[in-house]
């Protein structure tokens, strides 16, 4: 099965693919073990995309206990090249409010006690190139499907990825700020490299579902669940346009 054209991997509130046509059900084991979930195969037009729900289609696995090896493993072994990662974030920066799209350039990872790495004891080490952490051509495929589809896309940006699953200080997200984050979210690392490292094509579709803590015009504001699903509802009716384009 190599004529994957696309995996989509959904984050917080984005447990399904609209659109998704003629859908066939994986449910695969990896050498890494198994998946968030099922994989859900499909058409979006004339095209097969894949589909896998990164915490599970009931939401019910942590940023902190994914297993990310497994996900990008077993997109890989049902034929996908091409991985594009959606993610709820929250904005730290003026052009990231609540319900923007865009499409981050850097990362810098937060993260810890993760398994980022598919090097193993006694494997081959690799020190994969990562200055930058997206795939060029994969970007520019993105950022060209929002021109042609007319949908708002911020196209730079720069990810912090934290550990949650508790969200950040006031004082955190300010770090971060100055280290020159401008999207926050707990589930791009070590998916990034991870590709990376499998050889896999790789971008992130961030939808900003908040400000992050302090960072917008009422400082004190308390990020509720039920905000965050309201704007990434919101903000994923573009999604269907953008990915028939892509
Ligand atoms: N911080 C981290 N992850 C997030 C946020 C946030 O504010 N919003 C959505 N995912």
């Known amino acids: ?27 695969p084991d990896t050498r890494f073990g198994r998946p968030s979930g099922p994989l859900r195969v499909g058409y979006l037009g004339a095209h097969r995309v894949a589909f896998l729900a990164r915490h599970g289609e009931g939401h019910s696995v942590p940023p902190h206990r994914i297993n990310y090896r497994a996900n990008l493993s077993a997109l890989q072994a049902i034929g996908a090249r091409r991985v594009l990662a959606l993610n709820t974030v929250g904005g730290i920066t003026a052009r990231f409010g609540p319900r923007a799209l865009a499409c981050p350039d850097q990362l810098i990872d937060y993260t810890w006690g993760r398994v980022s790495t598919v ?7 690799l020190h994969v190139d990562f200055g930058e952490p997206y795939t060029a051509s994969l970007r520019n495929d993105v950022l060209a499907a929002a021109a042609t589809t007319g949908t708002p896309l911020v ?10 699953p508790r969200l950040e200080t006031r004082a955190e997200i300010a770090r971060m700020r100055r280290d020159g984050c ?45 905000d965050v699903l309201d704007n990434v509802a919101a903000a994923s ?10």
């Open 1 to 27: 099965m190599s004529d994957i054209a696309l995996a989509v991997i959904g984050g917080t509130g984005l447990y399904r693919l609209a659109d998704l046509r003629d859908i066939e059900t994986h449910e």
């Open 119 to 125: 090097c193993e004891e006694g494997g081959e080490v």
């Open 155 to 164: 196209d730079f940006g720069c990810y912090g990825a934290t550990q949650g």
């Open 182 to 226: 401008d999207l926050v979210g707990m589930t791009g690392m070590p998916e990034a490299g991870l590709a990376r490292e499998m050889g896999l094509d790789y971008a992130c579709l961030a939808i900003v579902a908040n400000w992050a803590a302090g960072a917008g015009p009422q400082v004190d504001e308390v990020i509720t669940l039920q």
């Open 237 to 246: 009716a573009h999604l269907p346009g953008l990915l028939g384009a892509l």
